[in-house]
C-alpha cells in the first residue's frame, strides 16, 4: 500500500511538473526540443513502473489499441498519436489518433522536412526514398500533417517512423478525398478518432524502393473512423487504385481489415456499428 501511494504521488508530482514547463515552453518563442525529450523519456518512465501493476491505457485508442503485433515492435507515444512501429517491413502496422476542431490547421507554410526518430534507428531514412518517384510512389505519413497543424506538435508527424511509401495516385485519388471529408466531419461533430496502417499480401504487389535497406512497401492501405457513440466506418485502398476512384467505393468491413492484418483491432469494444458513418464522410 505505501509502495503504491508513493507510485501515484511521483505520477502526480511529475505531472504537475511537466504541464509547468509546458506552458512556460509555449509562452517563450525559441524552440522546446529538449523540454519534449523530457517528456517522451517521463513517458517512458511512467510507463515501465506502471507495466507491472496496472494496465496501460493510451488515449489516442478510443477503444484500447490493435492487438496482435509483433512483440518486437516499437511502440511509440507522442503528443498527437501513438503507433506500432514494425523494423522488419520498416512502416508502423497502426497509428492511432484523435482529430479535434481545434487540431485540424493550414498547413501550407509548414516544414515537410523528415525527423530522424530518436527512439527507433531501424527505420527508412530520406535516402531511401529518392527515386521513388520513377516507381509513382512518394514519401507519405500515416499521421497527416494537416490534421495538427492547429498544435504546437506539427512537426510530430514528420518522425520517419510515421513514414511510409504510399502510391502517387492513391495519395492524389481517394486517399485525399478521404482525409478532406474527415476534416469536413470534424467541423461538425467536433472530434474523431482514426485508426490507420498498412496491409501486406501474401504475394506482394509493389516494387520495393530502390535501396539496399531491408524493407516492405504495403500493397494496400487500411482507415477506420469512429465516434465515441460507436459509430464508424472501414475502408482499405489498393496502392494501384486509379486517381479518379472515389473513396466511398473502397469500404471495407473492420472484420475484413482484421482478417488482412492479422490484428484485434479495437479490443475493448465489438459493438461498433459498421458503416454508420457512412452519410457524415459522403458516401450515400
Given at each position: 500500500?505505501?509502495?503504491?501511494?508513493?507510485?501515484?504521488?511521483?505520477?502526480?508530482?511529475?505531472?504537475?511538473?511537466?504541464?509547468?514547463?509546458?506552458?512556460?515552453?509555449?509562452?517563450?518563442?525559441?524552440?522546446?526540443?529538449?523540454?519534449?525529450?523530457?517528456v517522451?523519456?517521463?513517458?517512458?518512465?511512467?510507463?515501465?513502473a506502471?507495466?507491472?501493476?496496472a494496465?496501460?491505457?493510451?488515449?489516442?485508442?478510443?477503444?484500447?489499441?490493435?492487438?496482435g503485433?509483433?512483440?518486437?515492435?516499437?511502440?511509440?507515444?507522442?503528443?498527437?498519436?501513438?503507433?506500432?512501429?514494425?523494423?522488419?517491413?520498416?512502416?508502423?502496422?497502426?497509428?492511432?489518433?484523435?482529430?479535434?476542431?481545434?487540431?485540424?490547421?493550414?498547413?501550407?507554410?509548414?516544414?515537410?522536412?523528415?525527423?530522424?526518430?530518436?527512439?527507433?534507428?531501424?527505420?527508412?531514412?530520406?535516402?531511401?526514398?529518392?527515386?521513388?518517384?520513377?516507381?509513382?510512389?512518394?514519401?507519405?505519413?500515416?499521421?497527416?500533417?494537416?490534421?495538427?497543424?492547429?498544435?504546437?506538435?506539427?512537426?510530430?508527424?514528420?518522425?520517419?517512423?510515421?513514414?511510409?511509401?504510399?502510391?502517387?495516385?492513391?495519395?492524389?485519388?481517394?486517399?485525399?478525398?478521404?482525409?478532406?471529408?474527415?476534416?469536413?466531419?470534424?467541423?461538425?461533430?467536433?472530434?474523431?478518432?482514426?485508426?490507420?496502417?498498412?496491409?501486406?499480401?501474401?504475394?506482394?504487389?509493389?516494387?520495393?524502393?530502390?535501396?539496399?535497406?531491408?524493407?516492405?512497401v504495403?500493397?494496400?492501405?487500411?482507415?477506420?473512423?469512429?465516434?465515441?457513440?460507436?459509430?464508424?466506418?472501414?475502408?482499405?485502398?489498393?496502392?494501384?487504385?486509379?486517381?479518379?476512384?472515389?473513396?466511398?467505393?473502397?469500404?471495407?468491413?473492420?472484420?475484413?481489415?482484421?482478417?488482412?492484418?492479422?490484428?484485434?483491432?479495437?479490443?475493448?469494444?465489438?459493438?461498433?456499428?459498421?458503416?454508420?458513418?457512412?452519410?457524415?464522410?459522403?458516401?450515400?
Amino acid at each position: 500500500m505505501v509502495r503504491s501511494e508513493a507510485r501515484k504521488l511521483f505520477f502526480r508530482s511529475t505531472g504537475q511538473t511537466l504541464v509547468a514547463k509546458h506552458l512556460a515552453c509555449l509562452a517563450r518563442s525559441n524552440g522546446c526540443e529538449a523540454f519534449y525529450r523530457v517528456v517522451a523519456i517521463s513517458l517512458l518512465l511512467v510507463i515501465s513502473a506502471q507495466s507491472h501493476s496496472a494496465e496501460l491505457r493510451i488515449a489516442h485508442c478510443l477503444y484500447g489499441c490493435p492487438q496482435g503485433g509483433s512483440v518486437e515492435n516499437h511502440l511509440v507515444l507522442r503528443p498527437i498519436y501513438a503507433l506500432s512501429y514494425n523494423t522488419q517491413n520498416k512502416v508502423a502496422d497502426w497509428a492511432a489518433y484523435r482529430v479535434t476542431a481545434g487540431s485540424i490547421g493550414i498547413a501550407s507554410s509548414l516544414s515537410r522536412q523528415s525527423v530522424k526518430d530518436d527512439f527507433i534507428e531501424e527505420t527508412l531514412t530520406e535516402l531511401d526514398f529518392l527515386g521513388s518517384q520513377e516507381l509513382g510512389l512518394t514519401r507519405a505519413q500515416l499521421v497527416p500533417l494537416v490534421n495538427f497543424a492547429g498544435t504546437p506538435y506539427w512537426n510530430d508527424v514528420n518522425f520517419l517512423s510515421n513514414t511510409v511509401a504510399r502510391s502517387q495516385n492513391l495519395s492524389q485519388g481517394a486517399w485525399y478525398g478521404l482525409e478532406w471529408s474527415i476534416r469536413n466531419l470534424v467541423n461538425r461533430k467536433n472530434e474523431v478518432y482514426i485508426l490507420a496502417g498498412p496491409i501486406f499480401r501474401e504475394q506482394p504487389s509493389v516494387a520495393s524502393l530502390e535501396t539496399e535497406t531491408p524493407h516492405r512497401v504495403p500493397d494496400a492501405f487500411f482507415k477506420i473512423i469512429v465516434s465515441t457513440d460507436d459509430q464508424a466506418t472501414a475502408f482499405i485502398f489498393d496502392q494501384d487504385l486509379a486517381v479518379h476512384v472515389h473513396h466511398c467505393d473502397n469500404r471495407a468491413s473492420i472484420e475484413e481489415i482484421e482478417t488482412a492484418t492479422g490484428l484485434d483491432l479495437f479490443p475493448q469494444n465489438s459493438r461498433l456499428v459498421a458503416g454508420s458513418l457512412d452519410a457524415s464522410l459522403g458516401c450515400f
